[in-house]
């Protein structure tokens, strides 16, 4: 499958603990962005990644939430001291350097208990 | 930032029924991306079309970026073409290539 591959589907945390979410990105893509998308809405631009830089974060949130696509393995959206707001399906895309198109994974889903 | 705006919010239709979705959009784009969320939340790319018109089957779809908007055209409606139906954009002076999206289309086809 060549694919961006997306894991875990789902993802259960308690408030307080910390969320890992990966995105390995399809073959020959360079380029990775995340997106949330809230119950009912839209997806939400966060972050754009390429390996060992970050691009543009003007989406994340100020504070707990960090990316990475470092030069070996797939990029990571960390998400630390999680509350009930943070609840919503994280969704990864990838691109070769000219940008467009992006192809999406199939997401992970976070439940904060 | 780009605004995105999709018509109508809401569609239903009788299986077999012909509908058009409509996507309009703030500045200029260098990137317009059509998905279809099926209920399983997966999301499916559908098209990629910045200008002129693409076929898929019983799907096409239509940009007209001097006018600022985009149509989707679904044939023949299915059950399984149930779902949201997404457009996305990308500012074509940000450099970044984010992709902004509309608010979606849920449309439902009956049986």
């Known amino acids: 499958n060549a694919g961006v591959m997306q894991n875990p589907r789902h993802l259960v945390r308690r408030r307080g603990q910390e969320a890992r979410l990966r995105c390995s990105p399809m073959?020959?893509?360079?380029?990775v962005y995340w997106y949330r998308q809230l119950p009912e809405e839209g997806l939400k631009f966060m972050v754009y990644?390429?390996?060992?830089?970050?691009?543009?974060e003007s989406g994340m949130p100020k504070e707990r939430f960090s990316a990475e696509f470092p030069k070996e393995g797939p990029s990571i959206l960390r998400i630390q001291q999680v509350v009930r707001g943070d609840s919503a399906a994280y969704f990864c895309?990838?691109?070769?350097?000219?940008?467009?198109?992006?192809?999406f994974g199939d997401g992970t889903r976070l439940s904060i208990l | 930032g780009i605004q995105v705006e999709q018509s109508p919010p809401d569609l239903i239709l009788q299986e077999g029924a012909n509908s058009t979705l409509r996507c309009n959009f703030s500045?200029?784009?260098?990137?317009l991306q059509w998905f279809h969320q099926n209920p399983w939340g997966q999301l499916i790319n559908l098209f990629y079309?910045?200008?002129g018109t693409k076929q898929n089957g019983r799907l096409s779809a239509t940009t007209v970026a001097t006018e600022r908007y985009s149509l989707l055209y679904i044939s023949s409606s299915q059950t399984t073409d149930s779902g949201v139906y997404f457009c996305?954009?990308?500012?074509?002076?940000?450099?970044?290539?984010?992709?902004?999206f509309g608010k979606g289309t849920k449309l439902s086809v009956i049986p």
């Open positions: 895309a990838s691109s070769s350097p000219g940008g467009q198109p992006q192809h």
């Open positions: 073959k020959g893509h360079s380029h």
């Open positions: 990644l390429q390996k060992e830089n970050i691009i543009d």
């Open positions: 500045d200029s784009v260098n990137n």
């Open positions: 079309i910045p200008s």
């Open positions: 996305a954009s990308a500012y074509s002076g940000a450099g970044s290539y984010q992709l902004t």
